[in-house]
């Protein structure tokens, strides 16, 4: 089932059969992404920022300290946030037709700031979702550290997918050409954890990674 594009300027226009405009598709793409970048203007000057980012139902949330200038900025106007993955080189016979197999998306509006009621579990979220059942490990945070920080949260109704798969599209009259044409596929991948030398529970956890590592690339 095909859905209409939520608003004029999520509207793809350039190979309009890349873009998806469903729910699922958005969340996926977010959930799986280790950092958004978040383009605002403040004080006549436009700027873009990567930051850490996580979802909760049908928001993208971000915090940071009280006194930041994007989160002051972001409370206070529109904004453009876009997510990205690169899932594959794409080697064609020609130079112009080689590409990348990638998933983006693209979130327009406006974040508003949570109220310190429901700060704590949104953090909570935050956690759960780089490693599952990590917060009740940890030493509980206090009202210093929760007033300390800022937390907003973004609507996704105005947002826009763009994704390719699979080889290379050449040109007919090139297919013969003796090069190699194919694809090197590209994944996010977790290392080998790192024990902290002076950490007092030397088993390593599972789940490390959490959501960043649980969402395969969609074909």
Not at 38 to 53: D, M
């Amino acid at each position: 089932m095909s859905h209409p594009a939520p608003s004029k300027r999520t509207h793809v226009r350039r190979l309009p059969d890349r873009a998806r405009y469903d729910f699922d598709t958005l969340a996926a793409v977010i959930d799986s992404a280790p950092i958004c970048t978040i383009a605002f203007n403040w004080e006549g000057s436009v700027h873009a920022l990567p930051t850490a980012h996580w979802r909760e139902g049908e928001h993208l949330y971000i915090h940071g300290a009280r006194a930041s200038r994007m989160l002051r900025a972001l409370a206070a106007g529109e904004c453009c946030v876009t997510l990205s993955h690169v899932d594959g080189l794409v080697y064609a016979r020609s130079a112009f037709h080689h590409s990348m197999n990638y998933r983006s998306a693209v979130i327009y509006g406006r974040f508003a700031e949570l109220e310190e009621a429901a700060k704590e579990a949104s953090l909570r979220a935050f956690i759960e979702h780089l490693s599952p059942g990590r917060w009740d490990q940890l030493r509980p945070i206090n009202a210093k550290e929760l007033y300390a920080t800022t937390l907003l949260r973004l609507p996704l109704h105005e947002a826009v997918v763009k994704m390719r798969s699979g080889g290379p599209k050449d040109d007919d009259e090139d297919m013969a050409w003796p090069v190699w044409a194919g694809v090197v596929p590209l994944r996010l991948a977790a290392g080998e954890a790192q024990t902290a030398p002076d950490s007092v529970v030397g088993e390593i956890p599972a789940k490390l990674g959490g959501a960043l590592l649980a969402h395969p690339p969609q074909r």
